[in-house]
Structures are given as structure tokens and as C-alpha cells.
Nanobody
């Protein structure tokens, strides 16, 4: 079972990127999939999650209204559309799976399933 994250790059503030998380070996929509990021000198944080059963979504406050997580079951891929990017969004972004989207006190808990390799997102002018 492998997760492959892609789509990162260099973008100017206010710009957009779409990250993809493709899974091989198992059907992705059987699992909740989340996106995480770790910026330079920062702790890893969860930014978005999409549940397995009804496709409901949840977001960190820092990205609400700017990021959208979605899923294409036919392509076995989860996306993270990132709009109005800010320099503080600069980070390595990872996707991960679990049975549920797990949160506590408004923060995502570390998924217990598979993790993909990261993709670098740099927001800079």
C-alpha cells in the first residue's frame, strides 16, 4: 500500500496550487484521508480531512475558506485545492490515511494509517 503526494511548487502570495494524493494497493475512499504540513521550524499540523463514509470534510482554522479537500473515487485520489496562499503556508505537505478523521480540541490527531512522502509548497514573491 502506497500513498503518493504530488503537486507542490513555488507560488506567489495570493496564488493557488492543487495537491494530489494517489493511493495504490487499496481503495482510497475506504479510509479517511487527511493532509498535514510541516513548515520550517514548526510542528507538524493537520490542515484538512475527508471522511470515508459520507465524504464530510473538516479543516484547521488557519486554512478554512482557502483550502478545499476533495476526492475522486474513480482515480483513487484525494486533492487539496489551496487558494489565496500565504507565505505562512510554506511547508512540506503530506497525506495520510486512517479509519476516521480524528480531532481533539480543534486539532487533528496523528493518523494511524499510511503516510505518503511529502511535497514541498513554497509561497514567496
Amino acid at each position: 500500500v502506497q500513498l503518493q503526494a504530488s503537486g507542490g511548487g513555488l507560488v506567489q502570495p495570493g496564488g493557488s496550487l492543487r495537491l494530489s494524493c494517489a493511493r495504490s494497493g487499496e481503495t482510497l475512499h475506504y479510509y479517511a484521508t487527511s493532509w498535514w504540513r510541516q513548515g520550517p521550524g514548526k510542528e507538524r499540523e493537520g490542515v484538512a480531512c475527508i471522511s470515508s463514509n459520507d465524504g464530510s470534510t473538516d479543516y484547521a482554522d488557519s486554512v478554512k475558506g482557502r483550502f478545499t479537500i476533495s476526492r475522486d473515487n474513480a482515480k483513487n485520489t484525494v486533492y487539496l485545492q489551496m487558494n489565496n496562499l500565504k507565505p505562512e503556508d510554506t511547508a512540506v505537505y503530506y497525506c495520510a490515511t486512517d479509519f476516521f478523521c480524528r480531532t481533539y480540541s480543534g486539532k487533528f490527531l496523528t493518523p494511524a494509517g499510511s503516510w505518503g512522502q511529502g511535497t514541498q509548497v513554497t509561497v514567496s514573491s
